[in-house]
């Protein structure tokens, strides 16, 4: 079974400190999205690429949040710097073309900014 | 923002039961999509229905669709414990790419 494969599963970091967490879309996937799920907020979307370009970045605080893809196999996510309201799990997922087709979603990466 | 809510926000019920989940939403959507959430673990898609579909089956999951009262069920039927999960419908509004996710119903089956 293909699957998206997000790493680390867990960063514990203090705060002012760099974080990067790194997503490994489906192979032939051409959408890759970012979430932010918190038991205050939910399941947030922060962006969106589609065959590698950034298509929508509104949900992401600009000045500390960047999101790239620098190929077909990698999407990354980094706060720099981090801050404690940035403790959250935070989800990449995958899907073909259109949102008329299924997300699958990566297990996550929780992260603690102490 | 979400735009899905679900109702209940908890349901405990025993194995071998019927679990009905509630969605409404707010605007006018191109389709609608449950997920589950197991703990720990990502969203897995459980099913989607088209904004012109009434109802829709899947195994042990069955939903339904109203787009006049802008709500949406899911009815699994004959729950296991291995059923236990977080349930969320997403909507795709109409000429939106983004899916918008409810608030979660979250699913106890007791053995």
């Known amino acids: 079974d293909a699957r998206v494969t997000q790493t680390p599963r867990h960063k514990v970091t203090e705060m002012g400190q760099e974080v990067t967490m790194r997503c490994q879309p489906i192979?032939?996937?051409?959408?890759v999205f970012w979430y932010r799920q918190t038991m205050m907020q939910g399941l947030e979307l922060l962006a969106y690429?589609?065959?590698?370009?950034?298509?929508?970045d509104s949900g992401m605080p600009k000045d500390r949040f960047s999101a790239e893809m620098p190929d077909a196999t990698l999407a990354t996510l980094k706060i720099q710097p981090s801050e404690p309201r940035d403790s959250a799990v935070y989800f990449c997922?995958?899907?073909?073309?259109?949102?008329?087709?299924?997300?699958?979603f990566g297990d996550g990466t929780r992260l603690s900014i102490l | 923002s979400q735009q899905g809510e679900e109702d209940p926000q908890a349901l405990s019920i025993q194995e071998g039961e019927n679990a009905t989940m509630n969605c409404s939403y707010k605007t006018s959507i191109n389709n609608l999509q449950w997920y589950r959430q197991n703990s720990g673990r990502g969203l897995v898609h459980l099913i989607l229905?088209?904004?012109?579909?009434r109802e829709k089956h899947s195994g042990r999951l069955r939903v339904t669709l109203d787009t006049s009262k802008k709500s949406s069920s899911l009815l699994i039927t004959a729950s296991r414990a291995a059923d236990t999960a977080s349930y969320f419908c997403a909507t795709l509004g109409i000429g939106n790419e983004k899916l918008t996710f409810g608030t979660g119903t979250r699913l106890t089956i007791i053995p």
């Open positions: 192979l032939g996937h051409n959408t």
């Open positions: 690429f589609r065959n590698r370009a950034p298509l929508d």
């Open positions: 997922a995958s899907g073909l073309t259109r949102g008329h087709q299924p997300q699958h």
């Open positions: 229905i088209r904004s012109n579909e």
